[in-house]
């Protein structure tokens, strides 16, 4: 069954980026209307979707501040949805890894999603009801934290993405808000296979396989499913 997001506000945080323009192109083939805060020029001027009626950009998206955050989402009509993908990767053992560093991964993955998931909350319920969705992104390594060896701060960072899921999910699924995650492996993009260039990339999870299971769990076809952070592993 086809998804149905006709008349669907939703944002997409990270939406410049490869994962975040495969959940973009297959929320406007589904009727949404995307809003694509972004904080880096260089990702809006190549983002494949730019001049699409239906997607609104909002530059200079610094979504470690929530007076920023708090300013996007009250500015935004009715809100069904909002995806949070925003988020970087960090590799470093413990032992060379400063506070600075470990505060700048901690801002990138967990405080963004925090905001971010706290203002879609406000946003939904100024909707009026009816209720709406929320969707993560963790990381294997949140469910599997011997795989962070080497990226601890990153795991600990994904892994408070995914229990602030978890949690959020049990505090508003009364109102009909549906929050879930998804935690995938090393995913198929050009950055990643340019940094792995010996890897095998047949077995990475896809941008367009990971952005089919988001968009599935942001529809309203997802009536169920909550709490949950789902695996998206790949072969790997």
């Not at 998804?3 to 939406?15: A, K, P, Q, S, Y």
């Not at 009626?53 to 069904?80: D, F, H, M």
């Not at 949070?84 to 700048?104: I, K, N, Q």
């Not at 701060?153 to 602030?164: E, H, N």
Request: glycine share 10%; charged share 15%; aromatic share 6%.
């Amino acid at each position: 069954m086809a998804l149905e997001f006709r008349d669907c506000n939703v944002v997409v945080t990270g939406g410049t980026g490869a994962l975040g323009a495969a959940v973009v192109g297959a929320l406007l083939v589904a009727g949404a209307t995307c809003y694509v805060p972004y904080y880096v020029d260089e990702e809006e001027r190549n983002f494949p979707h730019r001049t699409h009626a239906r997607v609104k950009l909002i530059p200079g998206a610094n979504l470690s501040s929530q007076t920023v955050v708090s300013r996007l989402y009250e500015g935004l009509p009715r809100l069904w949805a909002s995806i949070h993908l925003a988020g970087g990767f960090m590799a470093a053992p413990v032992a060379e890894t400063d506070e600075a560093e470990l505060m700048s991964v901690v801002r990138t993955n967990l405080i963004t999603c925090f905001l971010c998931c706290a203002a879609a909350v406000r946003g939904i319920r100024r909707g009026g009801g009816g209720g709406g969705r929320i969707v993560n992104v963790a990381a294997r390594q949140a469910l599997e934290p011997r795989l962070g060896a080497g990226a601890a701060a990153y795991a600990a960072s994904k892994a408070g993405v995914a229990s602030l899921t978890q949690s959020l999910a049990a505090e508003v699924v009364a109102e009909g808000i549906l929050v879930n995650a998804v935690a995938p492996s090393v995913i198929d993009t050009e950055a990643n296979r340019n940094a792995m260039p010996t890897a095998d990339y047949a077995l990475w999870p896809k941008v367009d396989e990971i952005a089919a299971v988001i968009c599935r769990l942001a529809s309203s076809e997802n009536r169920i499913t909550s709490g949950a952070v789902i695996p998206l592993y790949g072969r790997a």
